[in-house]
């Protein structure tokens, strides 16, 4: 129902993950996971002509490795993924 693509910049700031489908104004929930498992930032957003991209902010360092969570529902069907960066791939700007 829906792809993702991790488009972060190694030297930014902030995860970037883009977002598409070929329903155009599907709608997505991301969730991003760090160190405690914990929800550290839950995001909402309805695509526009099949994209859209969610930004998370980097921390200086992780204990563990940083997930994504990726929900949708489209007509009484549903869709997820999980998306996991390995905490030694992340660098931080």
């Known amino acids: 129902m829906f792809t993702f693509k991790d488009i972060s910049k190694s030297n930014d700031n902030f995860f970037e993950i883009e977002i598409k489908s070929v329903i155009p ?5 991301t969730r ?5 498992n914990n929800i550290k930032n839950e995001q909402v957003a309805q695509l526009k ?3 859209t991209s ?3 902010s ?7 490795d940083v997930h994504f969570h990726f929900s ?3 007509e009484n069907t ?3 993924k999980i ?3 390995k905490k030694e791939t992340i660098k931080k700007a």
């Open 25 to 29: 104004d599907l709608w997505i929930t």
């Open 83 to 85: 998306h996991t960066i």
């Open 72 to 74: 949708t529902i489209w």
């Open 49 to 51: 002509n099949g994209k």
């Open 54 to 56: 969610f930004k998370f």
């Open 78 to 80: 549903s869709d997820e």
């Open 32 to 36: 991003y996971y760090d160190d405690d």
């Open 58 to 64: 980097k921390k200086a360092d992780y204990k563990s």
